[in-house]
């Protein structure tokens, strides 16, 4: 537990707009010291007196809220939660071997709604979510997930187009993607 003690301000405490009165163009020159005596950096005494050295305006307080409600605003924490904002689908890529695996997620949706295309080291899934209501329904929440989506996906070897093999059941998608042999080291001889 942390306890904070105050001290009491000295009896010479004055605000650094007291000493604007007094002394105005101190103040122009951003100067937030006091000028009495007994504050003075020029006394060296020690009259346990202590200054506050800055004062914030309340305007720079105000200008702070300000940016901090644009920047809310700006953000999407008011738009709807359940669109997908990130990358979707999720993908797991492997390496086994020479060859890629990629497993990716796609719950409620239909294998006959997925395009997948695949060039040198490009993997391209697209696809269409479909979530339908029956008329006359009321949704009074709505975190399912639907529209078009379309990822791409670079891969750290050139895959051979002719040999992918994709298979889908339950809704995850599992992509064999072989190393295409133009991209595989070759044994040079020397003579």
């Given at each position: 537990?942390?306890?904070?003690?105050?001290?009491?301000?000295?009896?010479?405490?004055?605000?650094?707009?007291?000493?604007?009165?007094?002394?105005?163009?101190?103040?122009?020159?951003?100067?937030?010291?006091?000028?009495?005596?007994?504050?003075?950096?020029?006394?060296?005494?020690?009259?346990?007196?202590?200054?506050?050295?800055?004062?914030?305006?309340?305007?720079?307080?105000?200008?702070?809220?300000?940016?901090?409600?644009?920047?809310?605003?700006?953000?999407?924490?008011?738009?709807?939660?359940?669109?997908?904002?990130?990358?979707?689908?999720?993908?797991?890529?492997?390496?086994?071997?020479?060859?890629?695996?990629?497993?990716?997620?796609?719950?409620?949706?239909?294998?006959?709604?997925?395009?997948?295309?695949?060039?040198?080291?490009?993997?391209?899934?697209?696809?269409?979510?479909?979530?339908?209501?029956?008329?006359?329904?009321?949704?009074?929440?709505?975190?399912?997930?639907?529209?078009?989506?379309?990822r791409t996906l670079s891969l750290p070897v050139q895959v051979d187009p002719d040999r992918i093999k994709a298979q889908y059941r339950d809704g995850l998608l599992a992509l064999f993607l072989p190393r295409a042999e133009s991209d595989?080291?070759?044994?040079?001889?020397?003579?």
């Amino acid at each position: 537990m942390l306890i904070v003690r105050r001290k009491p301000l000295p009896q010479c405490w004055h605000s650094p707009l007291d000493s604007a009165k007094e002394h105005p163009k101190s103040i122009a020159r951003g100067a937030t010291r006091s000028t009495c005596d007994c504050c003075s950096p020029r006394d060296t005494s020690s009259k346990g007196c202590s200054m506050i050295t800055a004062f914030a305006d309340p305007f720079d307080a105000l200008l702070s809220l300000q940016r901090e409600l644009e920047a809310r605003f700006a953000s999407d924490w008011l738009h709807d939660m359940t669109t997908s904002r990130g990358p979707f689908p999720p993908i797991n890529v492997f390496q086994q071997g020479d060859d890629i695996l990629a497993l990716m997620e796609l719950p409620g949706i239909d294998k006959n709604d997925l395009q997948i295309q695949a060039q040198a080291n490009t993997i391209r899934i697209s696809g269409r979510k479909r979530v339908d209501y029956s008329n006359g329904v009321s949704v009074h929440r709505r975190e399912r997930v639907s529209g078009e989506f379309d990822r791409t996906l670079s891969l750290p070897v050139q895959v051979d187009p002719d040999r992918i093999k994709a298979q889908y059941r339950d809704g995850l998608l599992a992509l064999f993607l072989p190393r295409a042999e133009s991209d595989k080291p070759h044994s040079i001889k020397i003579k």
